[in-house]
C-alpha cells in the first residue's frame, strides 16, 4: 500500500503573468514502508510525469506495481501535474481565467521549466531522479533538464536516467513529411477534446459512462477509477455532481503547441552525448556524461506512427 503525501510547488515567475503572480505545480510523493526504510542514497527517485488530458493520480497503480517488483531499489516516487491539469487546474484556475497573458493556456516548455525548478529544489537535492514521461510530458522531462536557475551555485542536471513512453517529440521535418495526416488526426483530436462532456450527476454515474465508451473502455479500471475519483471534481449544478477539472479549452490548445516537441529531439540528442546544461558533480548527470534515455513505442501508436520511431531515434544518435 502507498504512503502518500500531497504538496504544492511555486512554479518560477513567467513573463505572461503579472509580477508576483506565479501558478503552481501540484504534486504526490509516494512511498512505501520498505522504501522508508532503505537509506536515502542507496534508491532511486522516479518522478512522472502525465500526458494531455490525464492527470498525476493515473500513475498510480503503476507506481504500485514498481514498488512491488523493485523492492529497495526505488525509494520514492513523485507525480507531477500539469499547471492545467488535475489538481493544479484547480489550483491555477484564477490565474488563468483572469490573465490576458494565459489565453494560449500553459505550453510543455513551461511546464518543463516548472520541473526542472522543482527537481533542481532543496527537497529533492542529491537525489538519483530517473524521469518518466507519457506522451507529452516526454517533451516537458527532457526540457526541465536544461533549466537554469538564477544562483550562481553548480547547476547539474538531478537526472540519472529518462524513460519516455510514446514519446512526441520529433524532427520538424518528419512532423511537415506527412503533414496532411498529422493535421488530420490533430484537428479531430481538438474537435473530440471541445466537445468532450464534462459533467455527470454522480462520481459513479461517471464511471458507468466512461466505461462503456471510447478511450476509457480500453483502460485498466484502476486507470479509469483514478480519473472518477482525482480527475473530476465537485460541480455547483447539484449536490454529489461532479465535472472534469481540467478545462477542456486548455487541453485541445496543448495538442496544437508543436513547438516544445519540435525543440525536444535536440535535448535528447545532447543528453546522449553528454554536452547537456550545468556542470559539476552529484547525484544525476554532469555535463561531461551522457545521461541514459529509454524509449517505450506502444503496439498501436494513436498519435505517432509507428515508421516515426527510427527517425526520432536517429536524433539520440
Not at 133 to 149: I, N, P, R, T
Not at 179 to 194: G, K, P
Not at 267 to 288: E, H
Request: contains cysteine; neutral net charge; glycine residues 8%.
Amino acid at each position: 500500500m502507498l504512503d502518500v503525501v500531497s504538496s504544492t510547488f511555486e512554479c518560477p515567475q513567467n513573463i505572461r503573468d503579472p509580477p508576483g503572480v506565479r501558478l503552481k505545480l501540484a504534486v504526490k510523493r509516494y512511498t512505501t514502508r520498505d522504501a522508508d526504510a532503505a537509506p536515502l542514497d542507496d534508491g532511486l527517485t522516479l518522478l512522472f510525469g502525465h500526458c494531455i488530458g490525464a492527470h498525476k493520480e493515473q500513475w498510480e497503480p503503476t507506481i504500485e506495481r514498481v514498488f512491488a517488483l523493485r523492492r529497495g531499489l526505488v525509494q520514492e516516487a513523485y507525480a507531477v501535474d500539469w499547471q492545467t491539469h488535475g489538481d493544479a487546474a484547480v489550483l491555477n484556475r484564477g490565474i488563468l481565467e483572469s490573465s490576458p497573458g494565459r489565453v494560449d493556456g500553459v505550453s510543455a516548455a513551461e511546464w518543463g521549466e516548472a520541473i526542472g525548478a522543482f527537481v533542481r529544489s532543496s527537497s529533492m537535492r542529491r537525489k538519483r531522479i530517473v524521469g518518466i514521461g507519457h506522451s507529452a510530458s516526454c517533451s516537458a522531462l527532457v526540457h526541465s533538464s536544461q533549466y537554469q536557475s538564477t544562483s550562481s551555485t553548480p547547476n547539474p542536471s538531478p537526472y540519472c536516467a529518462f524513460i519516455l513512453i510514446e514519446p512526441t517529440s520529433i524532427p520538424r521535418e518528419l512532423y511537415y513529411r506527412d503533414l496532411d495526416s498529422r493535421m488530420s488526426q490533430m484537428e479531430f483530436v481538438v474537435s473530440a477534446t471541445l466537445r468532450r462532456r464534462e459533467t455527470w450527476a454522480s462520481r459513479e454515474g461517471a464511471f458507468a459512462w466512461m466505461r462503456k465508451r471510447v478511450p476509457w473502455s480500453v483502460w485498466d479500471e484502476r486507470v479509469l477509477r483514478r480519473l472518477v475519483d482525482h480527475g473530476l471534481g465537485p460541480d455547483p449544478s447539484g449536490p454529489g455532481s461532479v465535472r472534469v477539472k481540467a478545462d477542456r479549452r486548455y487541453e485541445a490548445l496543448s495538442y496544437t503547441d508543436t513547438q516544445p516537441h519540435f525543440d525536444a529531439p535536440a535535448v535528447i540528442a545532447r543528453l546522449g552525448s553528454g554536452s547537456g546544461s550545468g556542470s559539476g558533480s552529484g547525484s544525476g548527470s554532469s555535463a561531461s556524461e551522457s545521461t541514459p534515455v529509454h524509449f517505450i513505442w506502444a503496439e498501436a501508436g494513436e498519435l505517432m506512427c509507428a515508421s516515426s520511431c527510427p527517425d526520432i531515434l536517429l536524433a539520440r544518435c
